[in-house]
């Protein structure tokens, strides 16, 4: 892979390992379509304030949500690669249904207030704070059904289009779509920016359940190629080259303790979503006749 040059490499990565939720997408009962709009709120911690201190801050905002028996949800992902941040994706059905949750949030005065008291004690540990709404594109997503509830990491990929380069995108999409249509269960969903980045900003989400499926689809690479073909890899080669101006690509962990889940998602596996104390567990551990 690391002969590839230019954006070769962050289309390989991307779409290389688009069969990583392959397994999770065969259990139709679990698997959901994306949100339709979806809000990423993006924390970068200070030095040394990630981990155990972040997820102090951050429970509060999940005993508040709680408390309040709030329904809406969101999922809380933390960087494995890049500079250290903590993404919360709160996915709606469409704008309206994001507005009337805003205003709900702010008429009850106790949630509020909760929210306020964590937003301040989260705020010593961050060194910058922002957010985006993105909408989801499924004419450039390939079956994008996910079983959240058994994902434990996120590829997201960013590509930066360039101005006026639009259908240079859409046949990079359509090139490499119709490649993996050729490979059963691949499968991503698309975003691309509505408010908070450029209008040509697209993320692509890829799901995985396990580290080892990242080491099965680094492999992938000459299947891919072989699906293209050697005109279709030049004419992919080509489109990247006029048409994208950036791209990167990013590992991201589910975090539990910092993720409001939605109750379908805790039944399907409760030892994830709601994790035991270590006091508790250690409990459990020690023999009956112990002293």
Known sequence: ?????????????????????????????????????LSITREYTKPGKNGTPHEKTE????????HAKWPT?????????????????????????????????QKNTALAAALDHANTADGELLSEVDSGIFVFREDFSLRPEVDIAHTRYFEISKFQVRQGHDKDWDAI???????????P???????????????TTYIIFNPIKSASEIDRNLL?????????????????LELIASGIESSQTNLFAFNPRMSYPADEWVKADPDFWKPKPAAAKKAEEKPADSH
């Open 1 to 37: 892979m690391k002969r590839l040059t230019g954006l070769m490499p962050a289309l390989f990565a991307l779409f290389g390992l688009a069969m990583s939720g392959a397994a999770l997408a065969q259990d139709a009962t679990m698997s959901h379509m994306p949100p339709k709009v």
């Open 59 to 66: 429970s509060l905002f999940v005993q508040a949500m709680t």
């Open 73 to 105: 949800h969101y999922i809380a992902v933390e960087s494995l690669s890049g500079p250290s941040r903590a993404l919360f994706l709160t996915g709606y059905d469409s704008f309206a249904s994001w507005e009337k949750d805003v205003l709900a949030s």
């Open 173 to 183: 999409i359509k090139l490499v779509t119709e490649a993996y249509k050729k490979i």
């Open 185 to 199: 269960d691949a499968h991503w969903a698309t975003y691309v920016s509505q408010y908070g980045n450029p209008d």
């Open 220 to 236: 992938m690479g000459k299947e891919f190629e072989a699906a293209m073909g050697e005109d279709g890899m030049k004419k992919l």
